[in-house]
Nanobody, 115 residues
Framework: QVQLVESGGGLVQPGGSLRLSCAPS????????MGWYRQAPGKQRESVAR???????NYADSVKGRFTISRDNAKNTMFLQMNSLKPEDTGVYYC?????????WGQGTQVTVSS
């Protein structure tokens, strides 16, 4: 069973930055899309950023220009650089991997933006 391990969450002041990382417990073959989702209290989980194996990216309108998703295909890892954070970015962030062998979710990492 593959586990996705996230790290990098925490408490940050508005305007600050965080970098999230996600790595699987073993190498996964034939990965397609990798992405980050988030869930704010009382809200549904939403897509934040996605990246294809070719490097094409897609972002939620609310994070465009502030967040950057990237991936290291050799290590199956992905990252989310979050700058100019706002209180509305608060939530649990989950990484997601879509692969030929199956789809995988991380356990979530808490991001809290507050002064």
């Amino acid at each position: 069973q593959v586990q996705l391990v996230e790290s990098g969450g925490g408490l940050v002041q508005p305007g600050g930055s965080l970098r999230l990382s996600c790595a699987p417990s073993r190498i996964i073959s034939s990965i397609g899309i990798m992405g980050w989702y988030r869930q704010a209290p009382g809200k549904q989980r939403e897509s934040v950023a996605r990246i294809t194996n070719g490097g094409s990216t897609n972002y939620a309108d609310s994070v465009k220009g502030r967040f950057t998703i990237s991936r290291d295909n050799a290590k199956n890892t992905m990252f989310l650089q979050m700058n100019s954070l706002k209180p509305e970015d608060t939530g649990v962030y989950y990484c997601f991997i879509q692969a030929a062998e199956g789809n995988y979710w991380g356990q979530g990492t808490q991001v809290t933006v507050s002064s």
